[in-house]
C-alpha cells in the first residue's frame, strides 16, 4: 500500500515538472460547474477559439491555456489559483466570472507578480483606489452594465421604476449603479434572496405598485426564473422590464423564449454588430460550437485577441518585459468585436453602452438586435480615485 | 386589502407546491424508512425530462405525462440496480449512496444537455391572469398547480386510506415479516412504490418547469424545502405533509411581502430592506425550530416500527 | 500499541515532517497547501466521527460548526483591520484570544442546535442538522456587513501567533499539522475516558444505557458540542489558509463532503477520518490530472461522474473503509 502510493505521488511530481520555456502559460481560473456554469463555458469558449484560430498561438506565441473549474467557491478558485501559479508557472490569470471568486484569485496573482486579466467580473474595490498596474478588465466595471440601464430608462421616458436586485455586493452595487444615472422616480425596491426560486410575492407588490416600468438583477437562473413567473402573470405585456446585459443575453433568452419579447436591455456588445472582426468572430464559433455566442463569448474571446495583441508587440515575452507588456496591454491595438476598444486610466474600458431589444427575425427565431448607442463613452465613476500614472 | 389576500393565495400556492415536491419524499421516508436526497435530482430529471419531450410532441400535457412517467421508470430503475441494497442498511449509508448519486445526475445532466438553462414553452391557455375575485388578478398557471397539487393529494389519501394496496404498504411498513407471511412480494411493492414517489418528484419538476429557470442542481434547493416539510409534518404523514406545506409557503410568502415593510416602520429604509431580506430566508427555519421544540416528531407522528 | 505501532507512527511523523522541504525542493510547493489542507478537513473529520462514528449521531448540518468557528475568526480580523468595534469590544487577530474564541463560539452554536436536534431521533435528527445548518448558511449570506454572498476577505492576512509567523507557508503547514496531532490524540483520550465508552453504550444499546443510569441526552449533547468545537477549529485553520470565508463553507453539500471522508476513512476508527480526508482531497484534486495524463478529455472536464459512483462503491462495497483495507489482517485498529 505505501509502495503505490508513493509511485503515485512521484507520478504527480513528474507530471508537475515545467514545460518548455518559449510557451506562455495563461491560467483560466473560471465557473464550469453549478447553474451558472454556461457563463464559463462561454468565456472558455470564446478565448479558445482565438487560440484556435491561431493554430495554438496567440500573436504568434504558443500558448498553453489551462482551464479549471471554480464550481463558484472562492476556496476552491484559490486552490487552482495556486495550483496555477506554484505548479505550472502561469504568466496571465484570467478567466474569473463572479465576483466572490475576484478578492481571493487576484491578491495571488498580484502577490506572484504576474498578469490578472479578468474577462467578466469587475468589483467597484479594483477600479477606484485599489486598481493596480497588472489588473485590466476586459468587459466593463460591473457598475456601468447597471449605469447604462439608469441612462436607457430616461431614453425611454420612464417617469418612474420599480426596482429589485438580489441580496448581495453585486446586488446593491446594480441599484446604486441604476440610481446614480436614472432621473425618474423609485417606487418600489426589493431584494430577493441569492438563489430565490419563488416571485410571487414581489410580483405581487409589483402589480400593486402600478410603475412605469421595472429594472432587476437576479443574476443567472434567478433572472430567468422571474422573468418567466413575471409573464406568466401576465404583466409581460403591461408593465416593460427595462434590464442589463447581464439579465437578458443570448443564453438566458434561449430559456425564456417568446416571454421576453420586446425586452430592452443595453449591451457593449451585439452579435449583429456590423465590423469584421466581429462578423469573423460570429461565423466562427457558430462554425466551430454549433450554436450563436453570448456576450460572455465575446468577452473571452476580446480577453485572448487583447492579450495576443500585447504579446505580438513585445514578442511574446510577458514577465521578461513587464512594463512592455503593460504598456502594449493598455495600448489595446487589437480589433474588437465592440467595435473600438479603450482603456480608462483604470485599465477598466471605456465602452459604448446600446440598446438591444428582443425581437423576431425573418424566420421567426428571436435575436437580441442592436438599436443604436444611448450611453456613448460611459466611463465608470470610479476611475478617478485611480493613481494610475500611464506616462510614469 | 386585496395586496393581502392575494399574497396570502400566492403563499397558499407555494405550500401546495412544496407539497408536490414532499409528497413523494415523505412516501419513501414515511412507508420504507428510506431517506433519499436524490429526490431532488429526479425533480431535476423531471424539469429537464419534460422540457425535451414537450418540445418533440409539441404539446405540454404530453410532454407532462410522458416526463413523468419516464422518471418512474428511472426511479424504478436505480431502485432496482442501486437502492434497495440500501433498505437494510442504517440511515447514514442511504445518505451517502444518494449524495454520489446526486454528484452523478448533475455531471450527466450537464454532459447530455449542456450547461445553458433550458427553454420550456407553455400554452397559451396556461398563461396570462384570470380575475379570481372583483379586482384580483391571479395568474392561471398558479391556479393549475393549485389544482394539481390539491389532485395529488387526494389520490394520495385515497391509496392509502381506501385500497387494499395501501392496506399492504401500511402492514408493509410496520410488519415486514407478517405481509411477506401472506404470500405478498413486499421487495415488488417497495419498487412500485418508489417508482410512485420518483413520478410524484418528476411531476413536481415538470409543473415547476414553466415557472423556473430548468439548469443543473435546480432541485437542491426545493430538496431541502421538502425535507423542513416533512419535519414538520410528521414523518410518513401524508395529510401533516400537506399542512406543513402550507405553513411553510405561507410564512416564506408573507414574510417575504410584509417583513420590509414592517421592518421600515422603525429602522432606516436602507437597513431594513437588507435585514428584512435575512430575516424572511430564515423565517421558515425559525418556523421548525419552534415546532420542533413544541413537537420533536412533528405535528403528526406516525408510529411506525423502521424509524 | 505495539513496537510496530510506534515505529510506524515514528515514520509517519518523521515523513510528514520532511514533505514540506521535498515538496519545496522539486518545485511542489503548492502541494504544501494541498496537504495542510488534509490536516484541517482531517480535524473537521475527526469531529463529526465523534458523533457520527463513536455515538451514532447522523449530523448532515457538520459544516455549519466548520463555518462558524471561520467566521468567528474573519469577523474577529475584519474588525480589528477597520477599527469598528463589535458589540463594544475591539476586533483581533491575535490567535490567542480569536482561536479559542471561535472554537468556544462553534462549540456553543452546536451546543444550541444540538439541544434541539437531539430531541429528535432517526430521519428527524439528520434533517434536523440539515435544515439548522442551511438557517446558519442563511444568516451569513444575509450580514452585509461581512461581505454577504461574496465573503469577507481578511485584509489582515492570518491571525498573529505570539513567537511565529504564520504567514509563511510551511510554518502554517506544520501550525495546521500540531493541530490535527493535537485532536487527534484529544479524540483518543476522550474515546477511551469513561465519557467515551458511554458514549459507545448509547450508539450500542441507548435504552440500556438509561437503564443504567446514564444521562444519554446530556452524554450526546455534550458529544455534539465538542465536535462543533473540533469543526469549529477545522473551520480557524481554513480561514487563516485561504484569509477569506465566505458562506459557501457552510454549504449543506460540504457536510455531505465531511461525511464522505468519515465513511471513506472508516466509521468509528481513530485513524480513518484522516485517511478518509487525505484520499477525498487528493481524488478530488488528482482526478481531472490523472484522467488528463490518460487522455481522457471529456472526463477529465467531467470528472465528478466518476467520482461521485466511486463513492456509492466505496460505501457500498467496504463496511470499514480506507482504514479496514489498511490495518484488516493485523485485526489492529
Redesign the interface.
Known amino acids: 500500500?505505501k509502495t503505490t502510493t508513493m509511485m503515485a505521488l512521484a507520478?504527480?511530481?513528474a507530471?508537475?515538472?515545467?514545460a518548455a520555456a518559449e510557451t506562455v502559460k495563461i491560467g483560466m481560473v473560471t465557473t464550469?460547474?453549478?447553474?451558472a456554469?454556461?457563463l464559463g463555458?462561454d468565456v472558455r469558449d470564446g478565448f479558445l477559439l482565438a487560440v484556435k484560430e491561431e493554430g495554438g498561438k496567440l500573436g504568434g506565441t504558443d500558448v498553453e491555456v489551462l482551464v479549471?473549474?471554480d464550481g463558484?467557491?472562492?476556496?476552491t478558485g484559490?486552490?487552482i489559483a495556486?495550483?496555477f501559479?506554484?505548479?505550472d508557472g502561469v504568466e496571465i490569470m484570467t478567466g474569473v466570472i463572479f465576483?466572490?471568486i475576484s478578492?481571493?484569485v487576484w491578491?495571488l496573482a498580484e502577490e506572484a507578480g504576474i498578469f490578472y486579466v479578468t474577462p467578466n467580473s469587475a468589483p467597484s474595490a479594483y477600479a477606484g483606489a485599489g486598481c493596480h498596474e497588472d489588473y485590466f478588465a476586459v468587459a466593463w466595471q460591473n457598475d456601468s452594465l447597471h449605469e447604462s440601464v439608469g441612462v436607457l430608462s430616461n431614453d425611454l421616458g420612464h417617469g418612474n421604476a420599480f426596482i429589485m436586485a438580489a441580496?448581495?455586493?453585486?446586488g446593491?452595487d446594480a441599484i446604486a449603479g441604476f440610481k446614480r444615472y436614472f432621473k425618474g422616480e423609485i417606487v418600489g425596491?426589493?431584494?430577493?434572496?441569492?438563489?430565490?426560486?419563488?416571485y410571487?410575492?414581489?410580483i405581487?407588490?409589483i402589480?400593486?405598485a402600478k410603475p412605469a416600468m421595472v429594472y432587476h438583477f437576479l443574476p443567472?437562473?434567478?433572472g430567468?426564473?422571474f422573468i418567466?413567473?413575471y409573464?406568466?402573470?401576465?404583466l409581460g405585456g403591461t408593465i416593460p422590464q427595462v434590464l442589463s446585459g447581464a439579465g437578458m443575453e443570448s443564453?438566458?433568452l434561449?430559456?425564456?423564449?417568446e416571454t421576453a419579447l420586446n425586452v430592452a436591455s443595453t449591451s457593449h456588445w451585439s452579435a449583429d454588430f456590423d465590423n469584421e472582426a466581429n462578423k469573423a468572430f460570429v461565423a466562427g464559433f457558430e462554425a466551430e460550437y454549433g450554436r450563436l455566442p453570448s456576450v460572455y463569448a465575446s468577452q473571452g474571446y476580446d480577453t485572448a485577441k487583447l492579450i495576443a495583441s500585447a504579446l505580438k508587440a513585445t514578442g511574446g515575452k510577458v514577465l521578461e518585459d513587464k512594463d512592455g507588456f503593460r504598456n502594449a496591454m493598455r495600448a489595446a491595438d487589437f480589433a474588437s468585436v465592440r467595435g473600438e476598444f479603450r482603456f480608462n486610466n483604470n485599465q477598466h474600458p471605456i465602452n459604448d453602452w446600446i440598446n438591444q431589444v428582443v425581437e423576431k427575425d425573418a424566420d421567426g427565431a428571436l435575436v437580441l438586435r442592436s438599436k443604436g448607442i444611448v450611453a456613448p463613452a460611459l466611463a465608470d465613476a470610479y476611475a478617478g480615485e485611480c493613481a494610475l500614472d500611464w506616462n510614469k | 386589502m386585496h395586496l393581502f389576500a392575494e399574497q396570502l393565495l400566492n403563499g397558499i400556492q407555494l405550500g401546495i407546491f412544496l407539497y408536490l415536491v414532499a409528497a413523494g419524499l415523505t412516501l419513501i421516508f414515511g412507508i420504507m424508512g428510506f431517506i433519499n436526497l436524490a429526490h431532488g435530482s429526479l425533480f431535476m430529471i423531471g424539469a429537464f425530462l419534460a422540457a425535451t419531450l414537450t418540445d418533440v410532441t409539441g404539446s405540454f400535457l404530453g410532454g407532462l405525462v410522458l416526463a413523468v412517467i419516464a422518471t418512474g421508470v428511472i426511479g424504478v430503475v436505480a431502485e432496482r440496480l442501486i437502492l434497495r441494497h440500501l433498505y437494510e442498511r442504517d440511515h447514514l449509508d442511504q445518505v451517502l449512496v444518494t449524495f454520489g448519486l446526486i454528484l452523478f445526475t448533475n455531471e450527466l445532466v450537464v454532459m447530455l444537455a449542456g450547461r445553458a438553462p433550458q427553454f420550456f414553452s407553455t400554452p397559451g391557455w396556461l398563461n396570462g391572469s384570470v380575475e379570481i375575485l372583483p379586482g384580483l388578478q391571479y395568474p392561471v398557471y398558479r391556479l393549475a398547480i393549485i389544482a394539481v397539487g390539491a389532485a395529488v393529494a387526494l389520490l394520495l389519501y385515497w391509496i392509502i386510506a381506501r385500497t387494499r394496496v395501501g392496506m399492504l404498504i401500511r402492514a408493509g411498513s410496520t410488519d415486514r415479516e407478517t405481509v411477506e407471511v401472506l404470500g405478498v412480494d413486499i421487495g415488488l411493492i417497495f419498487t412500485a412504490l418508489f417508482g410512485v414517489g420518483a413520478m410524484f418528484a418528476g411531476l413536481a419538476g415538470a409543473m415547476a418547469g414553466p415557472l423556473v429557470s430548468v439548469e443543473v442542481g435546480m432541485g437542491e434547493g426545493q430538496l431541502i424545502l421538502a425535507f423542513v416539510v416533512v419535519v414538520i409534518g410528521g414523518i410518513g404523514s401524508v395529510h401533516g405533509t400537506l399542512i406543513a406545506a402550507l405553513m411553510v409557503g405561507i410564512a416564506d410568502t408573507l414574510g417575504r411581502a410584509f417583513v420590509t415593510d414592517v421592518l421600515r416602520l422603525f429602522m432606516a429604509p436602507d437597513t431594513a430592506s437588507g435585514m428584512g431580506a435575512g430575516l424572511s430566508s430564515m423565517l421558515i427555519y425559525v418556523l421548525m425550530a419552534i415546532i420542533l421544540i413544541a413537537r420533536p416528531s412533528g405535528l403528526f407522528p406516525v408510529q411506525t416500527s423502521r424509524h | 500499541m505495539t513496537r510496530g505501532h510506534l515505529i510506524a507512527a515514528a515514520l509517519c511523523l518523521i515523513a510528514l515532517i520532511a514533505l514540506p522541504m521535498v515538496l519545496e525542493a522539486t518545485g511542489n510547493r503548492y502541494l504544501i497547501g494541498t496537504v495542510t489542507r488534509v490536516f484541517f478537513y482531517a480535524i473537521a473529520a475527526m469531529s463529526l466521527n465523534l458523533i457520527l462514528g463513536f455515538g451514532g449521531m447522523i449530523s448532515f448540518g457538520h459544516a455549519a460548526y466548520f463555518g462558524v468557528g471561520a467566521y468567528v475568526v474573519g469577523i474577529l480580523s475584519f474588525h480589528g483591520a477597520e477599527g469598528i468595534p463589535i458589540f463594544g469590544l475591539p476586533g483581533t487577530e491575535n490567535a490567542l484570544i480569536a482561536w479559542p474564541l471561535a472554537v468556544l463560539i462553534s462549540a456553543l452554536a452546536a451546543a444550541l442546535i444540538g439541544a434541539l436536534a437531539l430531541r429528535t431521533t432517526g430521519v428527524y435528527f439528520i434533517m434536523t442538522t440539515l435544515a439548522f445548518a442551511q438557517m446558519l448558511f442563511f444568516l451569513f449570506v444575509s450580514l452585509e456587513q461581512y461581505g454577504g454572498d461574496d465573503g469577507l476577505f481578511m485584509s489582515a492576512g492570518r491571525s498573529e501567533v505570539p513567537l511565529i509567523d504564520i504567514e509563511g507557508r510551511t510554518t502554517f503547514y506544520f501550525v495546521s499539522m500540531i493541530c490535527c496531532a493535537l485532536f487527534f490524540w484529544f479524540t483518543h483520550a476522550l474515546i477511551h475516558s469513561p465519557f467515551g465508552r458511554v458514549l459507545k453504550g448509547i450508539k450500542q444499546n441507548e435504552p440500556r444505557m438509561r437503564a443504567l443510569g446514564a444521562p444519554t441526552y446530556t452524554y450526546k449533547l455534550v458529544a455534539f458540542a465538542i465536535a462543533g468545537g473540533g469543526a469549529g477549529l477545522a473551520g480557524v485553520l481554513s480561514a487563516n489558509h485561504t484569509e477569506f470565508v465566505s458562506p459557501d463553507i457552510l454549504h449543506w453539500t460540504k457536510s455531505g463532503e465531511l461525511m464522505i471522508m468519515v465513511i471513506l476513512g472508516g466509521l468509528g476508527t481513530l485513524l480513518g477520518p484522516i485517511l478518509g480526508a487525505a484520499a477525498f482531497l487528493i481524488l478530488e484534486e488528482f482526478l481531472p490530472v490523472i484522467f488528463d495524463m490518460l487522455g481522457l478529455d471529456l472526463l477529465q472536464e467531467h470528472w465528478r461522474i466518476v467520482f461521485g459512483p466511486l463513492l456509492i462503491i466505496v460505501v457500498l462495497m467496504t463496511r470499514s473503509g480506507l482504514h479496514g483495507a489498511l490495518f484488516r489482517k493485523r485485526g489492529a485498529s
Do not use: C
Not at chain 1, 231 to 234: T, V
Open positions: 500500500m507520478g504527480a511530481l507530471f508537475a515538472a515545467p464550469l460547474s453549478t447553474g456554469g454556461y463555458e479549471e473549474d463558484r467557491k472562492p476556496g484559490r486552490q495556486q495550483r501559479i506554484e505548479r465576483s466572490n478578492p481571493v491578491p441580496n448581495y455586493q453585486a446593491k425596491e426589493l431584494y430577493p434572496a441569492l438563489g430565490q426560486t419563488d410571487a410575492a414581489e405581487a407588490a402589480r400593486d443567472g437562473g434567478m430567468i426564473n418567466k413567473q409573464a406568466q402573470a401576465g443564453r438566458i434561449g430559456a425564456v423564449g
